[in-house]
């Protein structure tokens, strides 16, 4: 047994290697990992490496987004791996945190030999990079029997009974005369990775927070800095006159050459009474809701927002932008006269035009591909930011959860309420339910089965 503190994927690599160059030229057959939160990264860089020949079995806990889910199996897919992908918990519905890695070679002799890799590392580049974690090497030297006589106990009676029975029991292995391992007993709630979850904890930790989005405060606008600060009145009324926006007694001087609102648009947010439950952390909406309508969450200026920035993202140089600005500069050149290249970059008594057009071209170039990025488009041009839960401890949690049923309450409460969720709930819980957020997170977790198939579909 070895034990390390931190570790990449790349130093794993040079353990095994030196672990299995004992000249029987050993090929990867199998892993089974177990990763309640993996991330796609990891398995892009991991399975460059660890390439099994036969299969990849993939254990993740039912909380984890499906979106995240999806995009790791279009790794494992483009790598030509054959792999099977379950949602887990523990026995009793709670969530996975335990992290497994096992590890099946095979030589020309049909000689194996195993390595558990347990510890605290999630299957991430976090984990497997700059966080400090713990990882603990088991090599079991007497595992290398042919397949045709007994194999490894815990190959059988833990990874494959998960794999093949959906559940194993809690399985605790000695490997020395005074040392042990424990594995948790784990069950398979859903070969349907991509379906809904199948507790209300993972149906709650698989929804999204939204955020009203502001933009970046440059985006969209040609950013100056002023020689020296703008002080007095006389210079200050030159900037404004010439309706150079955002000037002040600082250095910076700002002209949006995109329009990033529309004030005559409206709000347009109603879909948040119908659709989100407000909490601690945010207004909560579910995986399968934003899934479905999370195009329609937008606010009610966004189409000026997709049309200026679907111009950014075809091409256009804003060149009668660009113009606009250098004539608004040379405004101000001409009221303060001389003492103007106190602040601007001036040429023959006119502002230098050259200098200014290559900062609102390469201005204008950063915002381009701040646009190619789907995530930033999406939340510049709806006006909202929809992002996952942060991981939460228990406590956190639980604060959470209850912070949700408080919302749940208050709406039941109210004469009429818009939310879905409220509306649903109301005839189907006692009236003890109603007027305490625990009991009715409790009635949730606990008989979740009387509940899920409608609210999974509330947004209906």
Known sequence: MRVFLKMNIQELKEKFDHLTSNGKSWQLEDIYVVAPYPTRDFFSSFLEIFHPTNKLFLFIDDGWPADRVEEIEEVIKNKKINSTINRISAQDGGFVHAKIYFFKWKNK?????????????????YGFGSHAETYALIWIGDLDAPENKK????????????????????????????????LPALKVVSKDHGGSAEAFDS????????????????FGKIVLQANEPLRDSETMNAFVQAKLNEVSLTTQISYPYLR?????????????????????????VSEECYR???????????SIR??????LKSGDKFENKINELIEKLN?????????ASKYLKTKDGRCDAKHYQTLATKKISNDRDLASDIHFKNRFVSGYS???????????????????????????GKPKSYSKIARILKPLIGDEKKNSSKALLNELRNNWGEYKSELREYWK
Request: hydrophobic share 35%; charged share 20%.
């Open 203 to 218: 149906w709650l930790r698989r929804g999204l927070l939204c955020h009203k989005y502001d933009p970046s405060a440059n």
């Open 260 to 284: 990033t609102s529309d004030r005559k648009g409206k709000n347009g947010a109603n879909w948040k009474a119908s659709y989100l439950i407000e909490t601690i952390y945010g207004h909560w």
């Open 151 to 182: 194999t490894f106990p815990l190959e059988n009676t833990y990874f494959k009974k998960l794999a093949d029975k959906n559940q194993c029991e809690q399985c605790d292995v000695g490997f020395a005369s005074n040392s042990w391992i424990s």
């Open 109 to 125: 002799n049909n000689i194996y030999m195993r390595h558990l890799l347990i510890g605290s590392a999630n299957a991430s580049s």
């Open 386 to 412: 929809f992002t996952q839960a942060p991981s939460m401890s228990e406590a956190d949690f639980n604060e959470f959860a209850l912070s949700f049923c408080d919302e749940i309450i208050f709406e039941i």
């Open 306 to 311: 997709k049309i200026n920035i679907d111009k």
């Open 292 to 302: 479905a309508l999370g195009n329609t969450f937008t606010s009610g200026d966004n």
């Open 331 to 339: 405004s101000v050149v001409n009221a303060l006269g001389g003492k």
